[in-house]
């Protein structure tokens, strides 16, 4: 009797529910995007795939032996300072360094220095004459500069030669935990920075010898400046110095007599 009753209301309420109710409505807009959902997915899934592909492929390494490919390292060598006998205080200090330039000071001829000559000249003349030292004094800073730069230099060369050795010997290990994924990534951050290192130390020695070269052209610049200075006197006093200076000495040469 319950089972009746209990029929009989559920179909007296489908009777009372719309017929447009009982039909399932379709959204199309929503199944386009759920078709777009399932096709980036699917495209994900693809691309996680073949990264991991190649991080397995790359996990395996070369298969073979590196070592064939090990380059030997370049010797830095020095000066063999005891087969010189007056140049081996420079030679010296290109070794070992000359912060000061105690060793260059030993091999090059001294400069007499002027003291208060200077003040008794004429104003053009202590010009000419302060150039002169200044030329001096800017070969002596730059060439000293120069010297223990290059000592540092070899010694620094020395020092990335070992590691790169180090980071050779990494690279052709036969154990596969030198060919993993995050070893591979520390190697090639290891061996920026060694290039980075290189650079610096390259850029070091090429600011030097821009240096020398400036000096030199000082050097030249003057001596260019004295010649043309020489000409335009010439020219203003209308041969009366080049006159002056005949004169003298066919004085000289008349008045001479050996002893």
């Known amino acids: ?8 209301c559920v179909t007296l309420i489908a009777a ?3 017929l447009s109710a009982q039909v399932a409505v379709v959204d199309p807009v929503a199944i386009a995007r759920l078709a777009e959902i399932v096709k980036h997915v699917r495209t994900t ?8 592909e190649t991080v397995t492929r790359i996990g395996r390494g070369f298969g073979g032996s ?35 330039g105690e060793r260059y000071t030993q091999v090059v001829r001294p400069v007499v220095r002027p003291g208060g000559l200077f003040e008794s000249l004429t104003p053009e003349a202590r010009r000419i ?82 240096e020398q070269l400036l000096a030199k052209n000082k050097r030249t610049r003057d001596a260019a400046a004295a010649h043309s200075n020489m000409q335009i006197n010439a020219i203003l006093d209308g041969g009366a110095m080049s006159g002056s200076m005949v004169e003298n000495a066919g004085t000289t040469l008349q008045n001479w007599r050996l002893p």
Request: aromatic share 6%.
């Open 16 to 18: 009372t529910i719309p």
């Open 129 to 210: 004459l302060e150039a002169t030292f200044a030329t001096l004094e800017i070969y002596d800073s730059v060439a000293t500069l120069g010297v223990h730069e290059s000592a540092l230099s070899r010694g620094y060369g020395t020092q990335i030669a070992g590691l790169i050795e180090q980071l050779q010997a990494d690279v052709i290990n036969p154990g596969s935990e030198y060919h993993e994924t995050t070893a591979i990534a520390d190697k090639l951050a290891v061996a920026g920075l060694i290039n980075a290192r290189q650079n610096q130390n390259s850029n070091q020695v090429e600011s030097s010898i821009l």
């Open 66 to 100: 590196l070592g064939r490919y090990r380059v030997p390292a370049i010797p830095t060598m020095n000066h063999d300072v005891g087969r010189y006998l007056y140049g081996a205080a420079l030679l010296d200090g290109l070794n070992s360094g000359d912060p000061r």
């Open 45 to 52: 899934i693809a691309i996680a795939r073949e990264e991991y």
């Open 1 to 8: 009797m319950r089972r009746v009753f209990a029929l009989g």
